[in-house]
């Protein structure tokens, strides 16, 4: 039923307030969301790298735990689509834009002032891309992989609604109904609202840089805003189409695009070299997991500012996305098992990202050390189109790469609309246009806003605010899940399994003339089950 509840009332209200403080009062948004963002980074980073680190060793849990084979839906219920539909919509939902803003600027960026150590060296080079698959790898798509399992399962095996707080009943039980509950999917909004906010702050400033850097076009906030305001149109006409139609059309699309730039810019640029650095930089980042994971640089305050300023920052982003990424994964993975859901949404993207960071990282490093490229001394937007200006092809490249920029960016966008409404209509799978399409020009007008009053730096305080509170609304999400798997009849399940495969091959073989068949293993079983089954009636 598309029933609009308190939660999209309470939460546009809200909306409108912060939207309203923004242009009456810009300095005073500025300020409070500076402070906000100095606080918390200074006293609960640690928290974002200890939660973070939770969700990768839980999420790494339930792949091998007994609960793997546990469905997210009714044990009879297939997978909605195709497997390789399915990664390319969690994957262009999950960092379309991100992967290209940040995917040979971040590398460079680590290599010229690494985490620790003298920069501008081959060795702060191959630590810098440690530190970027760290902050876009296995504990990102854990944190998102957690979140989604979680609303798949309560959706679509145990009826609820598809919101936050409908994941928290285990713990909460009938306050999830309440303020309480309300209180969790407002939470979880806002922090999707800012989360995508940055992330279409970050494609309209590239697509400005790429056509700045191309075409000479002025490199201002007024044509992001052009940029903006167009795409906004574009992903709310997609939006309003369905998540069958213009978000599952665009996503295949983006994907064919990413793997052909993918493709071509790894044959163009030097093949020996990336593949030598992947796997070197591979090798170190899986060695060094923990170690990374944990470090906070508490003796060297410039090495402890790098930690807030990059890993501490991306852990936050994952966070806040994850309320949007888990519930757009979680719509389209109904009929998955627990653990072929974990491996493929942990897995595949972080194997991806490394890929993608590897090559293009790569190739950025190398004409940046051994050609003298000035790659480094460009901005984050324009890096990217800097590299391609050292290829063959560069105008090609640079073209695919804008449409790509801008493909993501409506993705994104509408993924982020429909979610937003799910989020405020109890969970209906096809929420009204009206609520996607307020909340799309919300999304608009928060990006806009931040972006007017600090650029970069002014989205990014959003999201380390937004993300505190949903990360103890997350880490409840986990206990909650648990104490719900724990209520699975798993064990009868599989001894009914296996008693059918005995019974089959008894079957088969008394067909085939064999009647000295053992019946010890069949009745052992079989005792087995009716003690279990009577217990399972008892709890």
Known sequence: MKKVTYVYWIGMAIAV?????GVVFPENITNVMASSNAFLLDKFGWFYLLAAFFFLVFAIYLIFSKYGSVKLGKDEDQPEYSRATWIAMLFSAGMGIGLLFYGISEPIAHMTNPPFGEGGTTESAMVGLQYTYLNWGLHAWAIYAVVALALAYFKFRKDAPGIMSATLYPILGEKTKGPIGITVDIIAVFATVFGVAASLGLGAAQINGGLSYLTG???EFWIQIIIILITTVLFIISASTGINKGIKYLSNANMGLAVVLFITFLLL????????????????????????????APFNQENASWVQNWTIFFFAWWIAWAPFVGTFIARISKGRTIREFIIVVMIVPTAVCILWFGVFGGTGIYYELFQGANIAGQSLETAL???????????ILSTISIILIATFFVTSADSATF????????????PPNFVKISWGLFLTASALILMGRGGLAGLQTAIIVSALPLTLVL???SIAILKALGKEPVEIKKLEKKLAKIRQKRKKNQLEGNFQTEFGEEHDIEAKLKELKRKWKDK
């Open 217 to 219: 076009i002025p490199n």
């Open 385 to 395: 189109f800097a590299t391609f200006n050292e290829m063959p092809g560069s105008a």
């Open 475 to 477: 880490l409840m999400m």
């Open 269 to 296: 640029g030097p093949l020996e070299f990336v593949i030598s650095l992947l796997m070197t930089t591979t090798g170190g980042y899986l060695q060094n997991l923990p170690m990374m994971s944990f470090r906070m």
């Open 419 to 430: 979610v937003l409404g799910m989020q405020t209509t109890n969970g209906s799978l096809h």
């Open 17 to 21: 307030i912060f939207v309203t403080w």
